[in-house]
């Protein structure tokens, strides 16, 4: 999903840390100017004065034309870092130069572009860090520009309404629970899988892994559809939140997360159970993030 940002073209300028030094600067030559009655100080004094003034406009119309489109934010874990793919384009008939990126709700995210051509556009990421699970939101994007000298800042703000999910941090032991069946006792039963004997096929999913998709059947100009696979089950391997013995519930989550993962790296088909949703057992990427994001949502 991408989303594209814009807004009116007035931006607010701001002195940086650098506009103190040349006011003191300036002060000091007016001082000696003045003093001693010196036309060379007094011309120097108006020439950085004059040079100053004009790069103003300059600073402004540097971030005219330009437009961002914010990709989607990939789910991250717990503790590990985010990234926000933008991409800036330069719709103006010249080229833009030292444009920052930043994510004002999130301060440790920015990155800089040197120069954008004309016509032409530039892709960043943005990375910060996702410190706790659940579902967040980012609301602005922030466009500067302290072009050409760097003691006024050019703002503009990009409206960018976002949400992405923070999966819990793996974590705990790795072993596999035992395989329990939904009543507790263990059954004998082939369960829907990855496994080697071939069970029909379905209809293809936006998401899932193309590994198993009958491309034998889309050369004769059919339909994606995916082969199923029945794998031989003594019980069912529900991971469930009640039977995790642990004290803390971002533990207990954690331990879950680890066994979601660890249980897909070893092909096994497994469910998941928590208070609020029960998942049934299965295997792929699909999967896998539905059980991930089932964990972060949960309170």
């Known amino acids: 999903m991408r989303q594209r940002a814009s807004s009116k073209t007035r931006f607010p300028l701001s002195p940086t840390r650098s506009f103190a030094g040349l006011l003191f600067v300036l002060a000091a030559i007016w001082y000696a100017a003045s003093s001693q009655n010196s036309a060379a100080s007094y011309l120097l004094l108006f020439a950085l004065m004059s040079v100053f003034l004009v790069s103003i406009p300059r600073t402004l119309s ?16 717990a503790g590990q870092e985010a ?13 833009r130069y030292g444009i920052a990126l930043t994510l ?5 995210a920015h990155e800089r572009i040197d120069e954008i051509p004309a016509g032409k556009a530039a892709r960043v990421v943005l990375r910060f860090s996702a410190a706790t699970r659940g579902e967040h939101e980012i609301g602005r994007l ?4 302290f072009y050409p000298l760097g003691f006024l800042r050019a703002l503009k703000q990009l ?9 819990p941090k793996p974590a705990g032991d790795q072993r596999l629970p035992a395989e329990t069946a939904r009543s507790g006792q263990r ?31 889309v050369a004769r100009g059919q339909a994606l559809m995916t082969k199923q696979f029945t794998a031989e089950s003594d019980g069912l391997l529900y991971l469930d939140l009640a ?12 331990q879950l997360a680890l066994w979601v993962i660890e249980a897909e790296r070893a092909r096994r088909p497994y469910g998941l159970r928590l208070p609020t949703v029960e998942i049934r057992p299965s295997l792929g990427e699909p999967h896998l993030h539905r059980c991930l994001q089932a964990l972060a949502l949960f309170k």
């Open 62 to 77: 540097n971030l005219g034309g330009l437009q961002a489109t914010a990709e989607s934010i990939k789910p991250a874990f």
């Open 83 to 95: 990234s926000l793919p933008v991409e800036v384009t330069n719709e103006s008939r010249a080229t």
């Open 104 to 108: 004002p709700d999130l301060g440790d």
């Open 142 to 145: 922030h466009l500067s520009s």
């Open 159 to 167: 409206p960018s309404p976002q949400r992405y999910v923070v999966y």
């Open 187 to 217: 059954s004998s039963r082939r369960e829907l899988g990855e496994g080697d004997d071939f069970a029909g096929v379905r209809p293809y999913v936006r998401g899932e892994s193309q590994r198993h998709i009958d491309w034998k059947a």
């Open 243 to 254: 039977a995790v013995r642990l004290d803390d519930l971002e533990a207990r989550l954690s």
